[in-house]
């Protein structure tokens, strides 16, 4: 949806590098920012979430980060591996429902 | 656990024909939600359902309708098909609204001729 803005659309780095993935949103009491990992031909799943309360988030090579003053935040994957190599999609909500809106997605390709 | 299941896989129809795409979930989940994906359009929401007989129209409802007589089923259905609805329908479901983690189903690829 056009609440939520994904960039780049698509990325390739060499296996080793780091990825970074972000979105921007439009909506100030956007208070959930969730990513999703979906394999080619499989189902999105969850990897990280980060709620308003706090800038930074990290599960082991992966981290969120939040700027709610600039409305944007920011999946990073440390040391990447070929498994990494998927569609990356945020979302945030939006609305009176304040109902998920996804990016468009970033298909990211990890080259060994 | 099972978790979200979704049938069919695939099904192709004709301009006009109508179908109904069926979503379970075991979680128990209050929420259920339809989703299409289309290429570089992220995913996008059809319907949803806060409860056991409610539903409500996501960004793109127009062309379809859901229904939610069980908690643990929620139904999509095409009542005439158009070549615009082909795309792959994902279902999803959470424990709560809006700051919890949605499951998604395998999803069903539709084709429209």
């Known amino acids: 949806g056009e609440n939520v803005e994904q960039h780049p659309s698509t990325l390739s780095v060499q296996e080793g590098d780091s990825a970074v993935i972000k979105c921007t949103y439009s909506?100030?009491?956007?208070?959930?920012f969730p990513w999703y990992k979906q394999e080619l031909g499989k189902r999105p799943q969850l990897i990280i979430d980060i709620r308003s309360n706090v800038g930074e988030k990290k599960d082991q090579r992966i981290a969120v980060t939040l700027n709610k003053t600039a409305k944007h935040f920011s999946l990073h994957i440390t040391e990447t591996q070929p498994e990494d190599s998927a569609v990356y999609f945020c979302a945030a909500p939006y609305g009176s429902a304040r109902q998920l809106t996804f990016g468009s997605g970033t298909q990211l390709t990890v080259l060994p | 656990n099972a978790g979200v299941t979704q049938t069919p896989k695939f099904r192709v129809l004709k301009t006009g024909q109508s179908m109904t795409l069926l979503c379970a979930q075991d979680m128990n989940h209050e929420y259920m939600y339809w989703y299409r994906q289309d290429p570089g359009m992220g995913l996008r929401l059809i319907h949803y359902?806060?409860?056991?007989?409610?539903?409500a129209k996501g960004e793109v409802p127009d062309g379809y309708n859901v229904s939610r007589l069980k908690k643990q089923n929620f139904l999509l259905g095409l009542e005439s098909a158009a070549p615009s609805q082909t795309s792959v329908y994902f279902c999803?479901?959470?424990?709560?609204?809006?700051?919890?983690?949605?499951?998604f189903g395998p999803g069903t690829r539709l084709t429209v001729l």
């Open positions: 909506d100030s009491a956007s208070n959930y």
């Open positions: 999803a479901s959470s424990y709560s609204w809006g700051l919890d983690e949605q499951f």
């Open positions: 359902s806060v409860g056991e007989g409610t539903t």
